[in-house]
């Protein structure tokens, strides 16, 4: 039982994380209609933004993260404008291929400027504390905890602002957002700065549990790809849900099944999903 | 007030309109009569700045307003309700009138009194606020589309084709709902193909064939016109 538990809260920490990353995904795929197979490079960036401030400009771990959602969020709002904005008319295989373009381009930079190398990024929160009986360090609480607040203020600047509203209003019908004076251009960036800054968040939060290096990413975006699948494109919910799904399936998976099948399971349970609702959880009907 | 002037729109080779030049006068509704493909959406597109003209001036109280991208165009106060309605689906009734009002966000007690306007011409919607709109009737979805213009306050209302799909009864309404938002004070451009309807409540009407005007007149004589009669009323 303690044992359950304890995986639990596993399955919590690690869901906290894909659940911060599939709402980037899910957020950007409501403008530009194609999931943005950069995200990953966004969250690497943000990571090592994270790494970079705390080691070469000595700021605290708290200050590093906030500071790296701003830079990896203007880079999110760079790739909007240098990159799929001008190309907002075009098929959208374009867009597809930039972003894979992109995603090459900013691993290219990463080695470039920090290295191929697997580095630490070190943590005030290391320590471990033992709450019932449950031992865990306070960086899983700090993830868990800064997860579902940026969660819910998330949720309330897209309810509750017109400009959050603006943004919701653009995925589900584009002309119809312009029509009622939408600057869809400012949405597009916005959406982009927020999506960049969930990517930077993430990554800050699991490196000093995992590791800082260049293809960081790989793993973690194609983890998104099956939570957005699986919660329905574009879902905001299915985003948050799908992405503890997969958290509690991974930590439990590996603690019953085995260690080496964990990564499998998110591509089992998309196969699964998938055969029995083919839209996802959260599908949308009438698109 | 609102002036179309020379106005021509391509998409790549094909001219799609071609040196049209109209104007609707403050107080008034004018009527763009047309079949289907005549142009008048792309008009109206055109208008609300979601295409830019090869040629010709679009002015709105004399300043041009062709030049402006689509959202500013609403600030001025052009607000279209376009064909297919281009609703929210799934947000609420509430939320698709409330983000009508995205021009005029700041303004709380403004906002307030619109959604009354609204809801007073359209009850409906106040029973059905919570509904997300892609779970409205037809018609409900065209009151909608209509009372979400209705909330950026609009100086000139662009009514792209309210009547299609709806059935006879509720065309009817539509149009003395039509007729009542113009008594109250806003400026109409309607495009229909329901010309019999849609020239009992004009007071201009124009006839817009292949991408271009082929007649006008006020709509007691574009009524009387033979040739209007044959094309578009039947008998």
């Not at chain 1, 605290?60 to 709002?77: D, E, F, H, Q, R």
């Not at chain 1, 929160?125 to 306070?138: C, E, K, M, N, R």
């Not at chain 2, 004018?30 to 109206?44: H, P, Q, R, Y």
């Not at chain 2, 600030?75 to 009734?93: D, I, N, T, W, Y």
């Amino acid at each position: 039982m303690e044992l359950f538990i304890q995986q639990l809260l596993n399955g919590l920490t690690v869901g906290s994380v894909y659940s911060l990353v599939a709402l980037g995904l899910t957020l950007v795929y409501g403008i530009l209609h194609i999931p943005n197979f950069a995200h990953g490079a966004l969250y690497m960036m943000g990571g090592y933004v994270t790494l970079t401030a705390m080691t070469k400009a000595g700021l605290p771990y708290g200050l590093a993260v906030v500071v790296s959602m701003a830079a990896v969020g203007m880079l999110g709002v760079l790739m909007e404008r240098l990159v799929f904005y001008p190309l907002r008319d075009a098929p959208p295989l374009h867009d597809k291929i930039a972003a894979i373009g992109i995603l090459l381009f900013l691993e290219a930079f990463a080695q470039f400027v920090w290295g191929a190398d697997y580095q630490t990024m070190p943590t005030p929160y290391g320590d471990v504390v033992s709450i019932f009986g449950l031992t865990l360090t306070v960086q899983r609480i700090l993830i868990i905890a800064s997860a579902v607040i940026i969660m819910i203020l998330l949720y309330l600047f897209l309810k509750k602002t017109f400009i959050g509203a603006s943004i919701i209003a653009m995925a589900q019908n584009r002309e119809g957002a312009n029509l009622v004076g939408i600057n869809t251009n400012k949405v597009a960036m916005l959406t982009f700065f927020l999506s960049g800054s969930l990517a930077a968040l993430a990554a800050s939060l699991a490196s000093p549990i995992n590791l800082v290096f260049p293809g960081m990413g790989h793993l973690v975006i194609l983890k998104a790809f099956v939570i957005i699948i699986l919660g329905g494109m574009g879902s905001i919910p299915g985003a948050i849900v799908g992405g503890y799904i997969l958290g509690f399936s991974e930590s439990l998976g590996a603690t019953y099944v085995s260690n080496d099948y964990k990564d499998i399971i998110a591509f089992a349970i998309l196969v699964i999903i998938l055969t029995v609702k083919p839209n996802g959880l959260f599908a949308k009907e009438g698109r | 007030m609102l002036e179309v002037a020379n106005v021509s729109v391509r998409y790549g080779s094909f001219a799609a309109i071609r040196d049209v030049t109209f104007s609707v006068k403050r107080g008034e509704i004018a009527v763009l009569l047309g079949a289907n493909g005549a142009g008048k959406s792309t008009l109206f597109r055109t208008i609300s700045g979601l295409h830019k003209p090869v040629q010709g001036e679009i002015r709105l109280n004399g300043e041009r307003i062709d030049s402006l991208p689509p959202d500013r165009i609403v600030g001025r106060g052009v607000v279209q309700c376009a064909e297919g309605r281009k609703l929210f689906s799934r947000m609420s009734v509430y939320e698709n009138l409330l983000m009508g009002a995205y021009v005029h966000r700041k303004d709380k007690d403004g906002i307030r009194r619109s959604l009354e306007y609204v809801y007073e011409l359209f009850p409906i919607l106040r029973e059905k606020r919570n509904e997300p709109a892609g779970s409205l009737s037809g018609g409900q979805q065209q009151m909608l589309a209509i009372g979400r213009a209705l909330m950026s306050r609009p100086a000139v209302l662009l009514l792209d084709e309210p009547s299609v799909g709806l059935a006879p009864l509720i065309v009817e309404q539509m149009f003395a709902t039509i007729k009542q938002i113009n008594q109250e004070g806003t400026t109409i451009l309607l495009a229909e193909q329901n010309a019999h309807a849609a020239l009992s409540i004009a007071h201009h009407g124009y006839v817009f064939e292949n991408g271009t005007i082929v007649a006008s007149g006020t709509a007691e004589e574009l009524l009387a016109n033979d040739d209007v009669r044959k094309a578009y009323i039947g008998g």
